[in-house]
């Protein structure tokens, strides 16, 4: 098929030398969510608005800062920061009375405030919204694409977080022999590359064995990293 604009990311990820090309794609979307915010678009007033209202959550904020633009990140927290404050005088303001000593007391409008505000990051949502149409797409390029298909079953696996999404998803985007198929592709290629990264870590565990010290490192060397990226979705940067 023609490749069109919207399934250029999905190929190339799957293309990567990755544990996880689904990791590999949501890290570039991060990457380029990240940059936007601290771009050009900070200054924005619709998108101030939305970092105002939404905030971001510890990892992208400490993302955010390290993009080296001061000017840029002050300007945006100071006005998060007197949304805030306007938003819990205001949430305070709402506070019931103190009832009586065998009343349940209800939630505190502050504390509900923040937790809201706790759950809520303008990158992760930016992140969502293409997310879940770069998911759609592996379904549509399952369908439609028997290339595609080739690089998916050969690819390394999948974290276990995007594992459990792919295999959530498929029904709703698949049916017939085509749900079929792709569940038991990536049933398989899970289990068989998971049992190799665990292979891996062994091997790097027996080189801490002085009866190993002058066997080979085979593929352990980087067999940590990986793992964690199979456990948990984390990519290490090199260098």
């Known amino acids: 098929?023609?490749?069109?604009?919207?399934?250029?990311?999905?190929?190339?990820?799957?293309?990567?030398?990755?544990?996880?090309?689904?990791?590999?794609?949501?890290?570039?979307?991060?990457?380029?969510a990240v940059e936007y915010t601290m771009g050009p678009s900070y200054m924005e007033d619709d998108i101030r608005m939305?970092?105002?209202?939404?905030?971001?959550?510890?990892?992208?904020?400490?993302?955010?800062?390290?993009?080296?633009?001061?000017?840029?990140?002050?300007?945006?927290?100071?006005?998060?920061?007197d949304k805030i404050i306007k938003d819990v005088e205001k949430a305070g303001g709402q506070r019931e009375k103190p009832k009586g000593l065998f009343k349940k007391p209800?939630?505190?409008?502050?504390?509900?405030?923040?937790?809201?505000?706790?759950?809520?990051?303008?990158?992760?949502s930016r992140i969502e919204n293409?997310?879940?149409?770069?998911?759609?797409?592996?379904?549509?390029?399952?369908?439609?694409?028997a290339a595609f298909r080739k690089i998916y079953e050969g690819s390394k696996g999948f974290c276990n977080e995007h594992y459990r999404i792919l295999i959530e998803e498929a029904p709703r985007e698949l049916s017939g022999s085509?749900?079929?198929?792709?569940?038991?592709?990536?049933?398989?290629?899970?289990?068989?590359?998971?049992?190799?990264?665990?292979?891996?870590?062994?091997?790097?565990?027996?080189?801490?064995?002085?009866?190993?010290q002058d066997a080979p490192w085979k593929n352990s060397r980087d067999a940590l990293p990986r793992a964690l990226t199979k456990l948990n979705g984390i990519i290490e940067k090199e260098g």
């Open 50 to 81: 939305e970092t105002d209202r939404m905030g971001f959550c510890q990892r992208h904020m400490k993302q955010i800062s390290d993009q080296n633009n001061k000017l840029g990140l002050a300007l945006v927290v100071k006005t998060h920061m």
């Open 1 to 32: 098929m023609k490749e069109e604009l919207y399934t250029i990311p999905v190929n190339d990820a799957f293309q990567t030398e990755c544990e996880c090309p689904v990791c590999a794609m949501r890290e570039v979307l991060e990457q380029n």
């Open 130 to 145: 293409s997310f879940k149409r770069y998911i759609a797409t592996i379904f549509y390029l399952w369908k439609q694409d």
């Open 178 to 212: 085509n749900l079929t198929e792709f569940l038991a592709v990536t049933d398989r290629i899970y289990l068989a590359n998971m049992r190799r990264v665990r292979d891996d870590v062994e091997w790097f565990i027996n080189k801490f064995d002085y009866r190993y």
């Open 106 to 124: 209800s939630q505190d409008p502050v504390s509900s405030y923040l937790k809201e505000l706790e759950n809520s990051c303008f990158v992760c």
